[in-house]
């Protein structure tokens, strides 16, 4: 089966940079989307297609590819940012849905 | 406003079955590929099922495969997911998604989530 790996979690301050990443073998041919998920809330898109953001997502949100990791990249990070974060690809020759381990990004 | 809105999960023995309903509301439910996701307590998120617009595809994560079935009915906006052979580690909230993308020949991310119904698979 097909594994993304996330760190599992995340420290930041507010109003700096955070980054997560998204490990899996050859993910540079497959389309990373990301999730953010508050405790007791369904998850919700944040970035797809390894950049574009859904519409009413904050410009601050950005996603980015390089090698064999995905990267997304939360700017001047608030308070409401703490949450679960989740990559995820399709894999066309599994034809399955993964979902990375997850990553706790916590604002200090 | 899109909405989706998940039914059907409880308390089931080992062994049991439970039929999950989704219904959609607030968009063209035909358009879209649709998706089950679930989350055991404390865990991450896991894809369970999807299901192409006219049902002619469905695929399924290898833990389920043989067990549950997913299906949808376009005339009456909903999805399903009928789950037999009931284990304790299927004990998970259940969600219903919707593609981003109209009219994709393939799997799009989920752009729109349910609130989840819960299924616990115990004696």
């Known amino acids: 089966s097909y594994v993304l790996t996330q760190p599992p979690s995340v420290s930041v301050a507010p109003g700096r940079l955070a980054t997560v990443t998204c490990g899996g073998n050859?993910?540079?041919?497959?389309?990373v989307h990301w999730y953010r998920q508050h405790p007791g809330q369904a998850p919700v898109l944040v970035i797809y297609d390894d950049v574009e953001r859904p519409s009413g997502i904050p410009e601050r949100f950005s996603g980015s590819k390089a090698g064999n990791t995905a990267t997304l990249t939360i700017r001047r990070v608030e308070a409401g940012d703490e949450a679960d974060y989740y990559c995820q690809v399709w894999d066309a020759n599994l034809v399955s849905e993964v979902f990375g381990t997850g990553t706790k990004v916590t604002v200090l | 406003e899109v909405q989706l809105v998940e039914s059907g999960g409880g308390l089931v023995q080992p062994g049991g079955s439970l039929r999950l309903s989704c219904a959609g509301s607030g968009f063209t439910f035909s358009d879209y590929w649709m998706s089950w996701v679930r989350q055991a307590p404390g865990k991450g998120l896991e894809w369970v099922a999807n299901?192409?617009?006219?049902?002619?595809?469905?695929f399924y994560v290898d833990s389920v495969k043989g067990r549950f079935t997913i299906s949808r009915d376009n005339a009456r906006k909903s999805l399903f997911l009928q789950m037999d052979s009931l284990r304790g580690e299927d004990t998970a909230v259940y969600y219903c998604?919707?593609?981003?993308?109209?009219?994709?020949?393939?799997?799009?991310?989920?752009?729109?989530w349910g609130q989840g119904t819960s299924v616990i698979v115990s004696s």
């Open positions: 998604a919707r593609d981003i993308q109209t009219g994709s020949w393939s799997p799009t991310p989920s752009a729109y």
């Open positions: 050859n993910i540079g041919d497959k389309n």
């Open positions: 299901i192409k617009q006219d049902a002619s595809e469905k």
